[in-house]
Nanobody, 120 residues
Framework: QVQLVESGGGLVQAGGSLRLSCAASGRAYSRYGMGWFRQAPGKEREFVAGVSLSGASTYYAESVKGRFTVSRDNAKNTVYLQMSSLKPEDTAVYYC?????????????WGQGTQVTVSS
């Protein structure tokens, strides 16, 4: 299992930037790729970005490609999401999780998430 604590969210104007962090504990962190997901009010949780176990490969949802960058620091058991050129439609609670098959959450339990609010 893996325990996850997301941080770094906040209120930002459209066009601004934020950097999210996900601190992971548990041995499972070193066995999985990691992903970021988000859930906007009234919508289902969706995949945003993923990074392979080594960190060498990254992949993104079309809606964030070119604006978001995912990375991981395995020495710190931490995954990051650098978000730039933010849009109001990026407003959501952001979560991280281990992933399997690219975009599927590995675990059913989630952290508390971190709120990102983008004003127009």
């Amino acid at each position: 299992q893996v325990q996850l604590v997301e941080s770094g969210g906040g209120l930002v104007q459209a066009g601004g930037s934020l950097r999210l962090s996900c601190a992971a504990s548990g041995r499972a962190y070193s066995r999985y790729g990691m992903g970021w997901f988000r859930q906007a009010p009234g919508k289902e949780r969706e995949f945003v970005a993923g990074v392979s176990l080594s960190g060498a490969s990254t992949y993104y949802a079309e809606s964030v490609k070119g604006r978001f960058t995912v990375s991981r620091d395995n020495a710190k058991n931490t995954v990051y999401l650098q978000m730039s050129s933010l849009k109001p439609e990026d407003t959501a609670v952001y979560y991280c999780n281990a992933v399997v098959a690219g975009t599927t959450p590995a675990f059913g339990s989630w952290g508390q998430g971190t709120q990102v609010t983008v004003s127009s």
